[in-house]
């Protein structure tokens, strides 16, 4: 008898929605079952290419109903995943949720999207930086204490997505803000490595950071006195493929870690040390965009498979959100963040 | 195709494109980012050994097309990969797919006669994925040979990875099956570019679709980078193909292998038609392209 496979449904066939739905449906365990759009000219292309392979095509959520489905992908924008997200609890569309980064517009929605988790379900939110072999490589380091005591970092995230471009104001907001859209990923990294920190507040600049609307800065830290600072960017020049990372400083040296490798100088032993994705076992059974992406979706539908806990999950992730707020309430702001 | 290795100079550098590091992308994009620069170092390339140019259709290459025009008489074979996926993808992140959509609609129309522009409107219009396809395919076609000219010969369309590997996943074989059949009756071979090599070739297999006669690209280098599920399954699909149709690219790994031994590697593999290598200085044109003519004449002879 053939395994029962796990029927899922994605939201959004913009660019993440097609990649998820891509890799899915490459997966053995998977039965990539329907797909959701509320743009008609998506909708009626997406029916004439997906009609022969017995894929549902629908232009509303409420048609995944009587699909029998166990996943459900939400890949919209991030204004509209608590709504879609809450649909599908509350209507019992799917079991288990995956939802792109970041979890909400807001903590107080995260918050609520948290509080509706079924029990014994999968929840999980897409952060795949986590899934980068350097940057699990940087963790792994930290976890084995290579760096003594850390002490403070700086982190980055950078694009040139908005460069050049007069209606970027309009666009970036659209897409959530700088913090939303590109420096979630670092904010969540640094939470990873690091645990929970505060955002520091103060009406000098020059300590609080600024927030504007393709770019932000602030400054954290932590109880035990470790600081951060971050730097996030959609118009930096000649950042054609968006690029992040951390430098770390402990009482025995330094870590280096971005998207293509991660270096370490061990002050301690007068050397240093740096693995390139080639050195890290790099490759996946099935590349699209980038090798994380795999990892992450065969965690989420792992995690299914045995009954166990995803991670970044709802409530990992929805520190992201408190703190890119409190990084806004910090500014005063009434930006779009 | 005939029994000579393909050692085509690709366009990555021209881009600032490094898998290895974005930094160093970002210092040498500056430089080679000139269309008459990058000409020049294309032309460098085929006299020391280069027979043809792989480049992704953009604006930046199309310029790069019009400087060899130029300063070139002679012909040039050309595989052009599309769509530029980079440019695409920028587009969406700033319009949304649909947005996408319509712009690229917009300038098939408007660059075409008045019949492409009825063949593309009866495309949209039906939404025949197919019919779709041929539209975006005469566009870009139409596209490089205004810049190349005469002279210059396309002699493959390489589909870009990630629309191959995407409708890998998705299981679209009419694509793959369209995709062939509008190219064949062009007289252009048709190029897929991927990085699930393995996974490709059994699919086609399922399909009936004939890799004796189709162009393959996807990396192989000694250090397994990009050769995914693994450098072994990789090799082994390679050795087990009936016609030598593989492009290989990422030969250095972006940069993480040095030549001698990385083409040394090369010219031991079976069944492989030849290579792209990308080039950011005229030193870099000679040496890349003299040591692999000879690489792989040495491996010829020795057989």
């Given at each position: 008898?053939?395994?029962?496979?796990?029927?899922?449904?994605?939201?959004?066939?913009?660019?993440?929605?097609?990649?998820?739905?891509?890799?899915?449906?490459?997966?053995?365990?998977?039965?990539?079952?329907?797909?959701?759009?509320?743009?008609?000219?998506?909708?009626?292309?997406?029916?004439?290419?997906?009609?022969?392979?017995?894929?549902?095509?629908?232009?509303?959520?409420?048609?995944?109903?009587?699909?029998?489905?166990?996943?459900?992908?939400?890949?919209?924008?991030?204004?509209?995943?608590?709504?879609?997200?809450?649909?599908?609890?509350?209507?019992d569309l799917a079991r288990h949720l995956f939802v792109e980064k970041?979890?909400?517009?807001?903590?107080?929605?995260?918050?609520?999207?948290?509080?509706?988790?079924?029990?014994?379900?999968?929840?999980?939110?897409?952060?795949?930086?986590?899934?980068?072999?350097?940057?699990?490589?940087?963790?792994?380091?930290?976890?084995?204490?290579?760096l003594g005591e850390v002490s403070s970092f700086?982190?980055?995230?950078?694009?040139?997505?908005?460069?050049?471009?007069?209606?970027?104001?309009?666009?970036?907001?659209?897409?959530?803000g700088p913090l939303r859209d590109l420096g979630c990923h670092v904010i969540d990294l640094a939470l990873w490595f690091f645990g929970d920190f505060n955002v520091v507040s103060s009406a000098d600049e020059a300590v609080a950071g600024t927030l504007a609307e393709n770019s932000a800065s602030f400054r954290v830290q932590r109880s035990d006195g470790l600081e951060g600072e971050f730097d996030v960017s959609q118009c930096k020049k000649?950042?054609?493929?968006?690029?992040?990372?951390?430098?770390?400083?402990?009482?025995?040296?330094?870590?280096?870690?971005?998207?293509?490798?991660?270096?370490?100088?061990?002050?301690?032993?007068?050397?240093?040390?740096?693995?390139?994705?080639?050195?890290?076992?790099?490759?996946?059974?099935?590349?699209?965009?980038?090798?994380?992406?795999?990892?992450?979706?065969?965690?989420?539908i792992d995690s299914i498979l045995r009954h166990g806990n995803s991670e970044p999950s709802f409530l990992t992730a929805a520190k992201v959100d408190s703190v890119i707020d409190k990084v806004r309430q910090a500014h005063g702001s009434g930006l779009n963040e | 195709m005939n029994d000579q290795e393909l050692l085509l100079v690709g366009d990555n550098p021209?881009?600032?494109?490094?898998?290895?590091?974005?930094?160093?992308?970002?210092?040498?994009?500056?430089?080679?980012?000139?269309?008459?620069?990058?000409?020049?170092?294309v032309l460098a390339s085929l006299q020391n050994g280069a027979n043809g140019f792989a480049f992704s259709?953009?604006?930046?290459?199309?310029?790069?097309?019009?400087?060899?025009?130029?300063?070139?008489?002679?012909?040039?074979?050309?595989?052009?990969?599309?769509?530029?996926?980079?440019?695409?993808?920028?587009?969406?992140?700033?319009?949304?797919?649909?947005?996408?959509?319509?712009?690229?609609?917009?300038?098939?129309?408007?660059?075409?006669?008045?019949?492409?522009?009825?063949?593309?409107?009866?495309?949209?219009?039906?939404?025949?994925?197919?019919?779709?396809?041929?539209?975006y395919l005469t566009y870009e076609i139409s596209r490089v040979k205004s810049s190349a000219g005469k002279r210059m010969n396309i002699v493959s369309l390489v589909l870009n990875e990630v629309m191959t590997d995407l409708a890998l996943g998705l299981n679209l074989d009419w694509l793959f099956k369209s995709y062939v059949k509008f190219l064949s009756r062009r007289k252009i071979i048709p190029g897929f570019n991927t990085r699930n090599f393995p996974f490709f070739v059994q699919k086609f297999k399922e399909w009936n679709i004939d890799t004796r006669d189709i162009l393959i690209a996807t990396p192989f280098n000694r250090a397994g980078f990009q050769m995914n599920p693994s450098k072994l399954e990789c090799e082994k699909t390679l050795a087990d193909l009936a016609n030598p149709t593989v492009l290989a690219i990422s030969i250095l790994a972006a940069g993480y292998l040095r030549p001698p031994a990385a083409f040394e590697y090369l010219t031991e593999l079976p069944n492989l038609k030849g290579i792209v290598a990308g080039v950011s200085t005229?030193?870099?044109?000679?040496?890349?392209?003299?040591?692999?003519?000879?690489?792989?004449?040495?491996?010829k002879e020795s057989v």
């Open positions: 008898m053939g395994m029962e496979r796990i029927r899922v449904g994605v939201v959004g066939l913009g660019k993440m929605g097609l990649l998820h739905a891509g890799i899915l449906n490459f997966m053995p365990a998977v039965r990539l079952t329907a797909l959701c759009d509320k743009s008609g000219l998506m909708v009626r292309l997406a029916r004439k290419v997906f009609s022969r392979a017995g894929i549902n095509v629908v232009n509303d959520l409420e048609k995944f109903a009587g699909l029998d489905l166990d996943a459900v992908y939400v890949t919209t924008p991030i204004f509209s995943h608590s709504f879609i997200a809450r649909s599908v609890y509350k209507n970041t979890l909400a517009p807001s903590y107080a929605e995260a918050e609520e999207l948290c509080s509706l988790v079924p029990k014994e379900s999968v929840n999980m939110v897409g952060y795949m930086k986590r899934f980068s072999v350097t940057f699990g490589k940087a963790k792994d380091l930290l976890a084995q204490h290579a700086k982190a980055y995230a950078y694009s040139s997505d908005f460069m050049g471009d007069n209606k970027s104001s309009r666009t970036s907001g659209a897409r959530g000649d950042y054609r493929m968006p690029e992040i990372g951390l430098a770390i400083r402990g009482s025995n040296g330094t870590i280096e870690v971005n998207d293509d490798r991660v270096r370490i100088e061990e002050s301690d032993k007068g050397k240093s040390t740096t693995w390139y994705r080639h050195d890290l076992n790099d490759n996946v059974d099935f590349w699209l965009g980038e090798t994380e992406y795999f990892r992450e979706d065969q965690h989420f | 021209f881009h600032g494109i490094s898998h290895l590091s974005q930094e160093r992308a970002r210092a040498r994009g500056e430089g080679a980012g000139s269309p008459e620069k990058a000409a020049e170092l259709v953009s604006e930046l290459t199309l310029s790069i097309l019009r400087s060899i025009r130029k300063q070139n008489s002679g012909s040039l074979d050309l595989y052009p990969m599309v769509p530029y996926a980079f440019e695409y993808v920028r587009i969406a992140t700033q319009t949304g797919t649909p947005g996408l959509a319509r712009k690229l609609a917009k300038q098939i129309v408007l660059s075409g006669g008045p019949r492409a522009i009825a063949t593309g409107a009866r495309a949209v219009l039906t939404m025949n994925p197919s019919s779709l396809l041929s539209t005229e030193q870099q044109a000679r040496t890349t392209f003299t040591l692999l003519e000879k690489s792989f004449r040495t491996a």
